[in-house]
C-alpha cells in the first residue's frame, strides 16, 4: 500500500520574533499576547535559553558584572537556528536553561513539542538572518530608555541576585552601547513596531488576530488532511497488517456478555479486562526477543527465550480501559499518555498532552491503545507523535477493543507499516461507549 502524506497540525510551526531594549517589556508584551488566546498551543521561547557556556575566566567576570552578555558573541545562535529548525520541523527539540545566578547551563533541558505558534523573544530575536528567515512575523518592542533602565534593575535583583550598583555599572558598560549598535537596527526590519509594551492594547489585539487567523488556517488544513485519508480509505479498501482476533467461541462468548447490556459493571470490566489481555498477547506475538539458555533450579539446561522490551502508550481517556489487561501480560511495562480530544465544533482531533518516556524509540515495540477507534483521526496523530519522537514506524501496535473499516483504513493509509490489532470491526460511525461503561463516568 502507498503510503498516504500526512502532516500534523504542529508541522510548519509560525515562528514570532519580538525584539527590543533590555527592559523593553518583550516578555511582558508576549506574556499579554498569549493570555490575551488562551490557547495551549502557542508557546514563548526566550532567547536568554542560548547563552554561550563561558570559560572560567569569563565566568569570573560574569559574577563581578564585568561581562558582556548584550552582544550578539554571547548568544549561541548555531544551537537556536537548529533548536528553531527542529520545532520548524514538528520534531521534539531539548531547550538549554540558563542560570542567571550560576552564570552557567543547568543540566536539566526544557523540552518543546507540538506547538502551532511560537513567540521567540530577546534583544537579538531579529538579528540572524537565519533566523529572520524562519520568521513569519516581525515585531519590535520600544520603550523609554529610562523605563527600561529602572525594570532591568527591578529584574536583575529581584531574580537574577544583582546589586543596584552592578546592575547600573553593566547598562552604561555594555547595554547602553550595544542597544544603539547591534539593538536599534532591528527596528528597520521589523513588520510592527510596539510602543508601551503591555499598555498598548490595541497593538497586542493586532498581533492576537493574526495568531488567531494562523491557527485558523492550520485547523483547516488539517483537516481537509483527515478528510483526503478518509476518501482513500474506502469502505472495500484491503486492510494491510490488520489483525482482528480470531472469533473463537471464548471472544465471541465476550463479546456477547459486553454487548448484552445485561452484565453487571464489575463483570463488564472483568470481560474486557480478559479481552484486553486476550489483544495484548496478540499484539506482542511477533516481536523478536532473543534466545537465553538457563540452568533450572534442577540442574537441568534450558533453550529458552529472552522477552523483547515493550511499553506502551495510552490515548487518554479511552485507552486506560487496556492497561490492567496490558499489566496481565506485562507487567513491568512502562505507560506513556496522550490526551487527543476532539474538537467539537470542528470534529478535528487535537493533543492537549504528552508524556512519553525517553527510551520509547529504543523498545522494540510501543503499543499505542484506545478503546474505540472510530474515525481514525486520533489514532493518526497518536502515531504521528511516536514518530516524532523516534519511534520506527513498524515497532508501532494499535491496539483497541472496536474499529470501524474507514477509521482503520485511515491510519493505515497515512502509516501503512503500522500494525493493527482489534477485537471486533464495527460500524464506522458507532459512538464511544465502551470508556463510559467501564469507568461508570
Excluded at 569569563?58 to 548584550?70: I, V
Excluded at 547591534?182 to 510602543?195: C, E, G, K, M
Excluded at 478528510?227 to 456477547?256: F, H, K, S, W
Excluded at 477507534?373 to 523516534?390: E, I, K, N, P, W
Aim: proline content about 4%; overall charge neutral; charged content about 25%.
Amino acid at each position: 500500500m502507498l503510503k498516504a502524506h500526512y502532516r500534523p497540525p504542529w508541522a510548519d510551526t509560525s515562528i514570532i520574533g519580538v525584539a527590543g531594549s533590555s527592559g523593553s517589556g518583550k516578555t511582558s508584551l508576549a506574556l499579554a499576547v498569549i493570555r490575551e488566546l488562551n490557547l495551549p498551543w502557542v508557546i514563548i521561547l526566550s532567547m536568554d535559553a542560548f547563552y554561550k557556556p563561558l570559560t572560567p575566566e569569563q565566568s569570573a567576570l560574569a559574577f563581578q558584572n564585568k561581562y558582556d552578555f548584550d552582544a550578539p558573541d554571547a548568544i549561541d545562535f548555531d544551537a537556536l537556528v537548529e533548536k528553531l529548525q527542529d520545532i520548524k520541523a514538528g520534531k521534539r527539540a531539548e531547550i538549554p536553561i540558563y542560570s542567571f545566578q550560576k552564570h552557567a547551563r543547568e543540566k536539566e533541558t526544557q523540552k518543546i513539542y507540538s506547538p502551532h505558534v511560537l513567540v521567540l523573544e530577546g534583544i537579538f530575536a531579529l538579528y540572524d538572518q537565519r533566523v529572520l528567515d524562519m520568521l513569519d512575523l516581525k515585531v519590535f518592542a520600544e520603550a523609554d530608555a529610562d523605563v527600561c533602565l529602572s525594570r532591568r534593575i527591578l529584574r536583575d535583583v529581584q531574580s537574577r541576585g544583582r546589586d543596584i550598583q552592578g546592575c547600573i555599572a553593566q547598562w552604561f558598560a555594555f547595554v547602553k552601547p550595544n542597544f544603539t549598535r547591534y539593538v536599534l537596527p532591528q527596528r528597520d526590519v521589523a513588520d510592527i513596531i510596539v510602543p508601551r509594551g503591555i499598555e498598548n492594547l490595541v497593538a497586542i489585539s493586532m498581533l492576537s488576530d493574526r495568531i488567531k487567523k494562523t491557527l485558523a488556517i492550520k485547523s483547516a488544513a488539517h483537516q481537509q488532511q483527515l478528510a483526503r485519508l478518509g476518501n482513500q480509505a474506502q469502505a472495500d479498501m484491503p486492510l494491510v497488517n490488520v489483525e482482528v482476533l480470531a472469533q473463537t467461541p471464548q471472544v465471541v462468548g465476550i463479546n456477547t456478555l459486553l454487548l448484552s447490556g445485561r452484565v453487571s459493571r464489575e463483570d463488564f470490566i472483568f470481560y474486557v479486562d480478559r479481552l484486553a489481555a486476550l489483544l495484548v498477547e496478540k499484539a506482542v506475538a511477533g516481536v523478536p526477543g532473543s534466545k537465553v539458555d538457563v540452568v533450572t533450579p534442577q540442574g537441568t539446561e534450558y533453550a529458552g527465550y529472552g522477552m523483547p522490551r515493550v511499553s506502551a502508550v495510552t490515548i487518554l481517556r479511552g485507552g486506560s480501559v487496556l492497561e490492567t489487561g496490558l499489566k496481565r501480560v506485562i507487567p513491568d511495562c512502562q505507560i506513556g499518555r496522550l490526551l487527543i480530544q476532539t474538537n467539537y465544533r470542528t470534529a478535528e482531533p487535537e493533543l492537549h498532552y504528552c508524556r512519553l518516556a525517553e527510551s520509547v524509540g529504543e523498545d522494540g515495540a510501543v503499543l499505542l491503545l484506545d478503546a474505540q477507534a472510530s474515525s481514525g483521526g486520533a489514532a493518526v496523530m497518536a502515531v504521528q507523535v511516536l514518530v516524532d519522537h523516534g519511534v520506527k514506524e513498524e515497532r508501532i501496535v494499535f491496539v483497541a477493543l472496536t474499529a470501524g473499516r474507514i477509521g482503520i483504513g485511515r491510519l493505515v493509509s497515512g502509516f501503512p507499516r503500522v500494525k493493527v490489532v482489534v477485537a471486533r470491526l464495527v460500524e464506522d460511525d458507532e459512538e464511544r461507549w465502551l470508556e463510559n461503561k467501564y469507568l461508570g463516568c
